[in-house]
């Protein structure tokens, strides 16, 4: 169960013209809130359940056991991901050759490396299928490849790993390796 995140403490020396500030009644600290009245992004997503029905959604979520999350990160996605129960038809049966991004939701230079892998995706569309490999949900496919770092990029061709380039590297890097399999 998600909730809305409506409220942001931030410090009181922080000015944010387009949010109404106010502040928090008895806080020990110096903080104000700001509600954002459009701003929809963010959520509190609860990590255990809830025992008490008399408090409200937002209470209940808010409190210890909960985390923020950013649900605008996967509405963004150009390349699909991949598990281990599509690994097979996605990547080894396909018959064009096909570029696989490990990554983890926690890393930074994977982070760096999306809008690349993504730029690829559409300027190799039709010549090269690109996925994703999230390698804490599909720790399987990670293993059987040898995946130590990531982010690592490989290159499949006719069911087999044609290439290996490890971490966040230039565009110019994976369009040099992508050019050797077309």
């Known amino acids: 169960m998600a909730g809305v ?12 013209p387009s949010a109404s500030l106010a502040p928090i009644a008895g806080s020990p600290f110096s903080t104000i809130r700001v509600r954002f009245s459009e701003f929809r992004g963010l959520k509190i997503q609860s990590t255990r359940p809830s025992s008490s029905a008399s408090l409200s959604s937002n209470a209940r979520l808010a409190r210890r056991g909960s985390r923020i999350v950013c649900e605008a990160q996967d509405t963004a996605l150009v390349v ?25 939701p926690w890393c930074g230079p994977c982070r760096i490396i999306h809008p690349v892998i993504d730029e690829l995706a559409k300027e190799y569309a039709g010549k090269l299928k690109c996925y994703k490999v999230n ?4 720790p399987g496919i990670a293993t059987k490849y040898g995946i130590r770092s990531i982010p690592t990029v490989m290159i499949f ?8 380039v490890i971490g966040a590297v230039p565009k110019q890097v994976l369009t ?4 050797k399999f077309l």
């Open 5 to 16: 995140l409506e409220t942001l403490t931030v410090p009181r020396s922080a000015s944010l």
């Open 80 to 104: 699909p991901p991949v598990k281990d129960d599509t690994w097979q038809s996605l990547v080894l049966d396909c018959d064009s050759p096909v570029l696989v991004e490990f990554w983890a």
């Open 135 to 138: 390698t804490d949900d599909s």
């Open 157 to 164: 061709k006719n069911g087999e790993k044609k290439d290996t």
């Open 176 to 179: 040099t390796s992508i050019e």
